[in-house]
């Protein structure tokens, strides 16, 4: 439902108030909202896929079952938000949305530390340029933070 109401800055904030004031996994409470709530159409960009959204959400009520994929953790997923709102074709490449060969945002962004470490750290020691370099995790979690801030 957050995703409903992303398009509507004050429908959002109305319904991040509402779920703080009432028990969440209290699907009726969340379902009387969303009935009362509808957005208004006429004012949004992308109209189809608010509506099909919208469609989910009532198919849901009846079913608790819906057809949208959802992938709690997707791994690029920041990049892959990132490259689809700045239409940048590099970035994209590197999500895999339109290379054909697979490649690994994390290996790309390692491969580069150790040069932007020298260049732009102070006081640095052979041995954490060493873990910061090759840990894969370490750079995983920071690019997925940088790219949901």
């Known amino acids: 439902m957050q995703a409903y109401y992303a398009c509507d800055q004050d429908r959002s904030t109305l319904f991040n108030i509402y779920i703080t004031k009432n028990n969440i996994s209290d699907k009726k409470l969340l379902f009387d909202f969303f009935h009362n709530n509808y957005l ?13 959204l919208r469609v989910e959400l009532l198919k849901t009520e009846k079913v608790n079952k819906t057809d949208v994929n959802i992938e709690i953790d997707q791994t690029i997923s920041g990049i892959v938000f990132l490259s689809l709102l700045l239409r940048d074709k590099i970035m994209s490449k590197a999500a895999n949305l339109i290379s054909p ?9 390692m491969s580069h530390f150790e040069e ?10 052979k041995t954490a340029i060493d873990f910061l370099k090759n840990n894969r995790k370490l750079h995983k979690y920071a690019l997925m933070c940088y790219t949901h801030l």
């Not at 932007?116 to 020691?125: D, E, V």
């Open 101 to 109: 060969e697979k490649s690994c945002p994390y290996i790309f962004v």
């Open 40 to 52: 208004d159409f006429t004012k949004i960009k992308n109209t189809l896929y608010f509506l099909y």
């Open 116 to 125: 932007f470490a020298y260049n732009n750290m102070t006081n640095l020691s």
